[in-house]
């Protein structure tokens, strides 16, 4: 719970002070059940004091341009149409960097020379609904950061990671969290070099969840990533169990058993062991299934590239792991939109031979499953010899029971886009201001900002 938010709904709502502190103090107590009722009303009063000063202030570094749409209602961070549309005006702020790869090429990890190398660095975020299985949290998003830098063709060399936990929650997810983290690290000799332990919300948050993120750095010579993608490659697909995203579905829809095939690092060693090989540098690029599955990647692929990407699906559905096929098609979860842990691999067909050797000699399933072709950027799927559209759908897959009743509530796409693009476009002018201010060195001229 979030106490300051609660009272600012609240103020807002036209609430009177005295109901608000009577409300708040009771919710305090119904959370930190041990506290005495003094303390929950000084805590209340003290947080009622703090809203009341901090309300009302003006100026480019106290208010924002709102969107008028929320997080959830955008699908932010839920791998489809309206996340893509959100990271792509995440680009636009950031704008052309001096980066080999940049934000704007929508790739796993971004890319910045040094020398006769590359060095490439990507952060990831656990996935929120562990926040009660700290261990599975590290594990998952640990190897999650390590496949996208593998997927640039690069050898990783550390990690580090970033862990909040609410007030109320036991300091040992901390340390399970952190096992999960390292067990993958040392598993690839990986070592965990730096990190930050925080409140959720400081004193603000009250409850026990837990979120975080473990990023990674490497370094390349051949460089993987989607642009390198040319008309005339293939598409190659490794077999996949599921991440983060299959072991939240196996935990919250009845299926605990199928989390156990989700801890393996097949995805790791396939590509040490590609990168091992000499036919490494006929790879032109490699991606990880991941987000919002192939529906969603395929579609960032042709947008980066500038391809007309085509799948069949005649290989696909028997590349994932068959216990979690098993749960995916009891529980009618599109197995193209959902995560698989699967690496993607682009190259040209005289080299498909060879990649599926050596993949398959590092014990892991392999197949070929679509082209690269010129025309319109555009991914397509053949399915039974029909051609059907592979767009992304507004949120992946609905891998739970609550995703399934979220899906059920969609606002306008078109009006929420507008809004969208209109805070984003304030966020810009707003870095334009402050840089200029800035850039100036006149600290006396200020009063633009308040």
């Given amino acids: 719970m979030d106490v300051e938010e609660f009272v600012r709904t609240r ?48 100026g480019d570094l106290f208010s924002l341009e709102p969107a008028g749409v929320k997080m959830g209602e955008f699908g932010v961070g839920s791998r489809g149409k309206g996340d893509f549309f959100a990271h792509r005006q995440i680009a636009r702020i950031i704008g052309k960097t ?43 998003v640990t190897r999650a950061t390590l496949r996208d830098v593998y997927v640039m063709g690069a050898k990783p060399i550390m990690l580090f990671s970033d862990i909040h936990v609410a007030d109320d929650g036991d300091v040992a997810k901390i340390f399970d969290y952190t096992a999960g983290i390292t067990t993958v690290g040392e598993a690839m000799d990986v070592p965990l070099v730096t990190g930050s332990t925080l409140r ?25 990533a989607r642009k390198a993608t040319a008309v005339g490659d ?13 072991a939240t579905a196996g935990i919250y829809s009845g299926y605990p058993d199928v989390v156990e095939q989700t801890i393996n690092l097949n995805f790791l060693t396939t590509c040490e062991a590609l990168m091992k090989s000499p036919v490494f540098s006929r790879i032109h690029a490699m991606t990880d299934v991941t987000n919002g599955g192939l529906r969603g990647d395929i579609y960032e692929m042709a ?23 098993e749960m995916l098609e009891k529980l009618a979860i599109d197995y193209l939109g959902v995560s698989l842990d699967a690496l993607l691999i682009v190259a040209p067909p005289d080299a498909a031979g060879e990649i599926c050797r050596t993949v398959r000699s590092a014990g892991v399933g392999i197949e070929e499953i679509g082209r690269v ?24 897959s609905a891998y739970t029971p609550v995703k399934k009743v979220v899906d059920t509530d969609v606002r306008d796409f078109e009006e929420m886009q507008e809004g969208v693009l209109k805070a984003s476009a304030a966020a810009i002018q707003k870095k334009e201001r402050v840089l200029a201010r800035i850039r100036k060195e006149k600290p006396e001229e200020t009063d633009f900002l308040f």
């Fill in 234 to 246: 293939v598409l190659l697909m490794t077999e996949g169990a599921g991440g983060g995203t299959i």
């Fill in 303 to 325: 947008e980066t590239a500038r391809c007309r990407i085509v799948v069949d699906d005649e290989h696909v559905f028997g590349l994932v792991e068959p216990h979690v096929r």
């Fill in 98 to 140: 001096s980066a080999s790869v940049g934000v704007d090429e929508m790739d796993d990890a971004g890319a910045v020379r040094v020398g006769d190398n590359y060095v490439i660095c990507t952060v990831d975020g656990m996935h929120s609904r562990l926040s009660d299985f700290p261990f599975l949290a590290g594990f998952h």
């Fill in 11 to 58: 103020m807002a709502d036209g609430m009177d002070e005295e109901t608000l502190y009577h409300d708040l103090a009771d919710q305090i107590r119904s959370i930190k059940k041990t506290i005495s009722p003094s303390f929950a009303g000084a805590f209340a009063r003290a947080v009622i004091d703090e809203v009341k000063n901090s309300r009302g202030l003006t």
């Fill in 200 to 224: 959720i919300g400081g004193d603000m948050v009250l409850g026990s969840r837990l979120t975080g993120c473990v990023g990674a750095v490497g370094i390349a010579q051949h460089m993987t």
């Fill in 373 to 396: 072709e010129s025309g319109k950027p555009e991914a397509v799927l053949i399915s039974k010899g029909k051609e059907l559209d592979f767009t992304p759908r507004f949120r992946e």
